[in-house]
């Protein structure tokens, strides 16, 4: 379009294909008013109607359990919280270059979780007695460290364990992960599977989260959540950098565990953390 014919277009008030080009409108791609089929609220489709206000949703034996386990953690255990940054550039590193190939050797997913999860029970042989329960007259530190890990389904929370995961290489974690997933997910688990759990883990950074405050799994210890991995502006040698930070948060028992114990620990695990790079090895 020549500039004569520009200027008239622009005085009547119409805007030239070449403005449209150079100024793009975003629009969004995601987004709930978006959606033709939007996802079912939860207990929507287990609701029974009463009356014209009111929709019951009755409580099945596993809530049930779960409510019950809960409100025991609140009422006896003296919850403590605490939490700590971490920088995982390194560890973002190394997983996008080894993921690809961990998904033809092995067919499932590595995710970042099994790193974690590593990280958590190296920190732990350090201090066992973040691997305790408390027994009134004495407290219990269990020699082996089985990870419950909690797993969302569609009605439930369960808490599948990954046994000796202290013997375990980042990819043998990261199959047993992928393993009591799919379990869990298919109704398949087993009450083996759920048993003789020392210390939970939770990813509430699959959900975007950034900070938590978790109950702990009666009659555990302690419990920490994996935060949400999100790029942060940090000091690194006098000098601003994008990283890739998270949150660990901590809730423990403070009958056992005090501050300089949960501080100490997760420095640890933060060390841990931080000390993996692209040459790391996974099994």
């Given at each position: 379009?020549?500039?004569?014919?520009?200027?008239?277009?622009?005085?009547?008030?119409?805007?030239?294909?070449?403005?449209?080009?150079?100024?793009?409108?975003h629009?969004?791609?995601?987004?709930?008013?978006?959606?033709?089929?939007?996802?079912?609220?939860?207990?929507?489709?287990?609701?029974?109607?009463?009356?014209?206000?009111?929709?019951?949703?009755?409580?099945?034996?596993?809530?049930?359990?779960?409510?019950?386990?809960?409100?025991q953690?609140?009422?006896?255990?003296?919850?403590?919280?605490t939490?700590?940054?971490?920088?995982?550039?390194?560890?973002?590193?190394?997983?996008?270059?080894?993921?690809?190939?961990?998904?033809?050797?092995?067919?499932?997913?590595?995710?970042?979780?099994?790193?974690?999860?590593?990280?958590?029970?190296?920190?732990i042989?350090?201090?066992?007695?973040?691997?305790?329960?408390?027994?009134?007259?004495?407290?219990?530190?269990?020699?082996n460290?089985?990870?419950?890990?909690?797993?969302?389904?569609?009605?439930?929370?369960?808490?599948?364990?990954?046994?000796?995961?202290?013997?375990?290489?980042?990819?043998?974690?990261?199959?047993?992960?992928?393993?009591?997933?799919?379990?869990?997910?298919t109704?398949?688990?087993?009450?083996?599977?759920?048993?003789?759990?020392?210390?939970?883990?939770?990813?509430?950074?699959?959900?975007?989260?950034?900070?938590?405050?978790?109950?702990?799994?009666?009659?555990?210890?302690?419990?920490?959540?994996?935060?949400?991995?999100?790029?942060?502006?940090?000091?690194?040698?006098?000098m601003?950098?994008?990283?890739?930070?998270a949150?660990?948060?901590?809730?423990?028992?403070?009958?056992?565990?005090?501050?300089?114990?949960?501080?100490q620990?997760?420095?640890?695990?933060?060390?841990?953390?931080?000390?993996?790079?692209?040459?790391?090895?996974?099994?």
């Amino acid at each position: 379009m020549s500039l004569e014919k520009e200027r008239e277009h622009m005085e009547k008030g119409e805007t030239s294909h070449t403005e449209l080009k150079e100024k793009p409108v975003h629009v969004r791609s995601t987004g709930i008013h978006l959606s033709d089929n939007p996802p079912t609220p939860f207990g929507q489709t287990e609701a029974e109607t009463v009356g014209e206000a009111e929709d019951f949703i009755k409580v099945t034996p596993v809530r049930h359990t779960i409510a019950m386990r809960t409100l025991q953690s609140v009422r006896e255990i003296p919850h403590a919280l605490t939490s700590i940054e971490t920088d995982v550039t390194d560890l973002v590193k190394l997983r996008t270059k080894v993921k690809d190939e961990f998904m033809r050797r092995e067919g499932v997913n590595l995710t970042y979780l099994a790193f974690f999860i590593q990280a958590v029970v190296s920190a732990i042989k350090d201090y066992p007695v973040m691997n305790s329960v408390w027994a009134v007259d004495k407290i219990i530190m269990k020699r082996n460290v089985h990870i419950s890990l909690l797993i969302g389904t569609e009605d439930s929370v369960l808490a599948p364990v990954i046994k000796f995961a202290d013997q375990k290489s980042v990819s043998g974690i990261a199959l047993e992960i992928a393993s009591l997933t799919q379990k869990a997910r298919t109704g398949r688990l087993t009450l083996d599977d759920m048993q003789d759990g020392t210390f939970t883990i939770n990813n509430t950074g699959a959900f975007g989260s950034i900070l938590s405050s978790p109950t702990i799994n009666y009659p555990q210890a302690a419990i920490l959540t994996i935060e949400s991995i999100v790029k942060r502006p940090r000091v690194v040698d006098e000098m601003i950098a994008v990283r890739s930070m998270a949150n660990l948060c901590l809730s423990s028992d403070n009958r056992i565990l005090e501050g300089r114990v949960t501080g100490q620990f997760l420095h640890r695990v933060k060390e841990n953390l931080e000390a993996f790079h692209p040459e790391s090895q996974i099994y």
